[in-house]
């Protein structure tokens, strides 16, 4: 094949190239001509033509995008300062207003940031501290309160978290429509105090907490002396029957073994009278006792006379 030919399918093809631009199921099209649009925007599917080398394809998403806004710090009605976290959904509803007025996505989220922050810090700074941190009110019957500050946590609250975070996309959904954007959800993902507000919340609830931890330290003192003392009465009580029931047995005793020693002494005195003075003998005496006593004592008297 001679060059001319090649060179002149080669132009071709470059010119069809150019001519020609795909879309897809996830895109639609603006087509400019020295930077202004022509036409509306193309959104549907397929092959599409254009003129080449004049022509300039801008590409947007039809999905839903992402904004996710960095933490401010902002001031509450009860002069709270706290961070706010806010994080957004949106979508290119009008792809030829979001061209002429935000060129591309990077015009569009800042924009956003200018627009949500906005109505972030007007919104936050229009109520109190406690309905942007709750969601709907709570029973106090069945929320064990143990301070002042719990019980105010309890009030009932006019908003709440939910419908602050929707007050806001109302507000600025009013602002994006002259973009082309359509504000689909916002929502407030975190809530902070700033770090000196902060340390003095902490200390507030670690002190607190250490004055109930005190409280109910208080108590299982009081309730162990209480047992302590019961215990302590119910062994005097377990001692003072039992030395009772002692004294009551060895009495029994002894008046059963003065019975007996009544009755053998009844049947033999002289044997009874040996007997015991054999005992006193072992009490009273041992290998190395010595004693005295005269020829007439008593005691001796059954080892003078031996029977």
Request: hydrophobic share 40%; proline share 4%.
């Amino acid at each position: 094949m001679k060059p001319g030919p090649v060179i002149l399918l080669l132009a071709v093809l470059i010119v069809l190239s150019g001519a020609t631009y795909q879309v897809s199921e996830v895109d639609q099209v603006i087509v400019t001509q020295f930077g202004n649009p022509i036409g509306e925007a193309v959104t549907e599917a397929g092959l599409h033509f254009k003129v080449p080398f004049i022509q300039k394809t801008n590409y947007f998403d039809k999905r839903f995008l992402e904004w996710d806004g960095n933490p401010n710090q902002v001031p509450t009605k009860d002069k709270r300062f706290i961070w706010v976290d806010t994080y957004a959904r949106w979508r290119i509803v009008d792809p030829l207003r979001f061209f002429e007025r935000l060129r591309d996505e990077r015009g569009a989220q800042s924009r956003l940031d200018d627009i949500l922050d906005g109505e972030t810090r007007n919104s936050v700074a229009r109520y109190d501290l406690i309905e942007i941190v709750r969601s709907s009110n709570r029973n106090p019957d069945d929320v064990l309160v143990e301070s002042e500050e719990e019980a105010a946590i309890l009030e009932p609250i006019g908003m709440g978290r939910g419908e602050i975070a929707l007050e806001i996309l109302e507000r600025s959904a009013v602002s994006t429509a002259d973009f082309g954007i359509e504000l689909l959800d916002l929502r407030l993902k975190r809530i902070n105090y700033v770090e000196e507000v902060q340390q003095d919340v902490f200390a507030r609830m670690i002190a607190e907490r250490q004055r109930i931890a005190e409280e109910f330290r208080s108590e299982g003192q009081g309730e162990a002396a209480r047992i302590g003392g019961e215990r302590d009465r119910e062994l005097q009580r377990i001692q003072s029957e039992a030395y009772r029931e002692a004294e009551e047995l060895r009495g029994v005793a002894d008046g059963e073994a003065t019975t007996i020693y009544g009755e053998a002494y009844s049947r033999d005195a002289n044997f009874y009278a040996f007997t015991k003075s054999l005992e006193t003998y072992e009490k009273t005496m041992d290998p190395n006792t010595v004693l005295i006593l005269g020829t007439d004592n008593e005691l001796l008297k059954y080892l003078e006379q031996p029977q």
